[in-house]
């Protein structure tokens, strides 16, 4: 069978192009191995109708409303790899081979967190990556900002918004400029630029940061500058120009620097992006195939 598009990535991104393109009548095949770039939350917020839902129970609340367009094929599975000629030939993880005539590419990024021991066990419960995602639920706490690098300090007067009660370790890397070193004390912001020892607390509750001097730091929260990375890499394969930021560069209707290539929600983010934008940004790629597809036949 010829797919009108092959999505890779059921995020909300790939989800919501799904449903316009089975919604627009389109055969739709949509992969997705499950490791969304939030798998470590709890919650999601800042989706208006979903506030505080699980990413989980958002996942099968999306996988219900595409149950209803028989156009639309769900497989669990990983793409592993994008061969283009006249048509695009993807094959999975299990051997399965499918043609489509475009390409989505929904497959978000990876994050790392900075090397400090114990910060996984932290990651998602008490400390984050997006205070317009998770501030709210941290209001007025302690809070840390660890951060390595040069964003530290926008980070720093970002999380402020939320929480006065704030210091930003940058984990002994030079992080911060005197200009805003001294911007940050004026504000009651307090600094440590000593490496961090290790995260301390139980079972996903930050308690404290301990520096290397010994220093501790009782916070029962913050927020962590992570580095970015595509979790598929299928844009730099198929050709597909990058934006400055490194993620793929796309036009007002998701269509890549390749014809046929699309991108979509995190895999082209400039910015930290959030569901709902992910979920917008799938819907315009979509538009922009279904257009694209109708000029191709008409
Ligand atoms: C800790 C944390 C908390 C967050 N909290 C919030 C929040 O509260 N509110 C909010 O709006 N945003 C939040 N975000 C951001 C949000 O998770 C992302 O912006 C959003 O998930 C991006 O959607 P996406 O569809 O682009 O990518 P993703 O949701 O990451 O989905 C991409 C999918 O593609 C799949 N995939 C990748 N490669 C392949 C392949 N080769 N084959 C098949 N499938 C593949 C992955 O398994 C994944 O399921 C949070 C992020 C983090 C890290």
Redesign the pocket.
């Known amino acids: 069978m010829l797919y009108d598009c092959a999505i ?7 989800l919501n192009a799904a449903l316009v393109l089975g919604r627009a009548r389109r055969n739709v095949i949509l ?8 798998e ?2 709890r919650q ?4 208006i109708t979903r506030d505080g839902v699980s990413p989980g129970e958002f996942r099968q609340a999306a996988y219900r409303d595409l149950s209803r367009y028989a156009s639309v094929l769900c497989k669990p599975e ?2 592993v790899s994008v061969n283009r000629t006249s048509t695009f030939r993807l094959t999975t993880d299990r051997g399965e081979c499918y043609v489509a005539r475009t390409v989505l590419l ?4 990876r ?1 790392a967190l900075p090397s400090i021991r114990h910060i996984h066990e932290y ?2 419960s008490s400390l ?3 205070p317009y ?2 501030g709210w639920e941290r209001l007025d706490e302690p809070l840390v900002v660890i951060s390595e690098q040069p964003l530290a300090y926008h980070m720093a007067r970002t999380v402020r918004q939320w929480s006065r009660d704030l210091i930003v370790c940058t984990n002994g890397k030079p992080a911060l400029t005197d200009d805003q070193r001294q911007a940050l004390r004026r504000k009651g912001v307090g600094l440590y630029e000593q490496p961090i020892r290790c995260l301390n607390g139980e079972q996903g509750q930050l308690k404290s940061s301990l520096l290397e001097d010994g220093t501790e730091l009782r916070r029962t929260g913050g927020f962590v500058e992570t580095a970015w990375f595509q ?2 890499p299928f844009g730099e394969a198929l050709g597909c120009r990058s934006n400055p930021l490194g993620g793929l560069a796309i036009d007002s209707l998701g269509r890549t620097s390749v014809a046929g290539v699309y991108a979509a ?3 082209c983010a400039i910015a930290p ?4 934008v ?1 979920a917008a940004e799938g819907s315009r790629a979509a538009i922009g195939i279904n257009s694209d597809l109708i000029h191709a036949d008409f």
Do not use: K, M, W
Request: with cysteine; charged share 20%.
């Open positions: 890779i990535g059921g995020g909300p991104a790939g992969f997705d191995d499950s490791r969304p770039r939030n470590v939350t999601t917020h800042g989706f990983r793409v929904a497959s978000g990024l994050e990651y998602g984050f990556s997006c995602c998770d979790a598929a929600g995190d895999t992006s959030q569901l709902i992910a």
